[in-house]
């Protein structure tokens, strides 16, 4: 059977722990809060008797099926984790069809498929395939993540690690903040979400950081992002943003100079801009029409931006055209390029990128 993690954590909170799971996707955070709740659940107690841990890249699956049949004397319970349980399917794959062709030899998916048909009522095991992208777009890891549910769902259930909605990230965040004592702002809870691209374990580490560095306020505003992450919560790359939009080139420039003094790194300048573009792209090929269907097709893009400015986003990407959009992703690139050939000053290429990005398609461009 596959859950979500959030579901798998609610589970077991209220104590329904089966025989076996499988930790299927890359995200570390869900990985993380599902083997805590399930160590707070099986107690963790008397130097962690009755938890163990095992690597099937050293530790054979026999081993670990041994240790989970076996009682152990000094706990009531036992929960074994399992890494790198990737090579299972295809060992399980390669005995089905095995079995299908009257092939009787056992191997490593049969004893597997045994023990949970009569599982140990006192171990739970957790396997882990952190190996897969179940957010891919990529046809081939997509094809690696359907083989892999097809051998496995049968045996246990399957918790899918995937990154939750915007709402559900909001409240993540918010949960995670209560936990170090602090509230955090809309505002810089939306900023962190949308720089660090949904990773909730990367962001759950920016909000630690953050709250050691001012260890005596009890909230997180936006101010309090720019002295761990200045790249990503300065105002100034959105006003930046901002300014392409409606084709302010005196603002544009004047904005560059401020990142400039800020010391912010160019070809990031140029990184941001592009991510910008694309965002318009985006909701001019889906044809979007109101924020909240923005925000939705944005996020499923992995291009993520604050609610807070979805509506101007829209209103941006009816004034440029489709030409003007692609055009501003080329200079994008060759912008990128000079950057790192060394050029004698980077401010020169900023603003020539600047001024050709905002210069009408249908005029000639200059070449510098």
Known sequence: MQISAASALENIQKGIIPAGYLLFGKQLYWRDRIHAA???????????????????????????????RSLNLLAPRQLLFVRNAQALGARRRRGTQGAATGDAQRNASDDLSAYFLRPNPSTTIVFEMMDVDLESDDWREREKAKNRLAAFGD????????SPNFRAAMELLRQEAAALGRT??????????????????????????????????????????????PAFAGKA????????GTGDRKKALEILDELERSGKHPP?????VARYLRQLILLKENRVRDPRQAGKVLWSAKLPAPPHILTA??????????AQLLHGLQLAFEADLALRSSPPRERIVLERFLLQLLHSPQSTVPRV
């Open 38 to 68: 399930l160590r707070k659940a099986f107690g963790e107690g008397a130097a962690g008797m009755g938890i163990a841990e095992f690597d099937l890249r050293q530790d054979s699956l026999g081993r670990v099926l041994d240790e989970a």
């Open 155 to 162: 045996l246990c259930d399957v918790i899918l690690l995937v």
């Open 184 to 229: 955090i702002a809309p505002a810089a809870a939306e900023q962190l979400l949308t720089a660090f691209d949904k990773d909730m374990g990367r962001i759950r580490m920016e909000l630690e950081k953050i709250c050691l560095y001012n260890p005596e306020k009890e909230s997180v505003d936006l101010e309090d992002l720019e002295p761990m992450a």
């Open 237 to 244: 790359s959105t006003t930046l943003a901002e300014a392409i």
């Open 268 to 272: 990031l300048v140029i990184s941001e």
């Open 313 to 322: 986003l829209l209103g941006q990407g009816r004034k440029m055209s489709g």
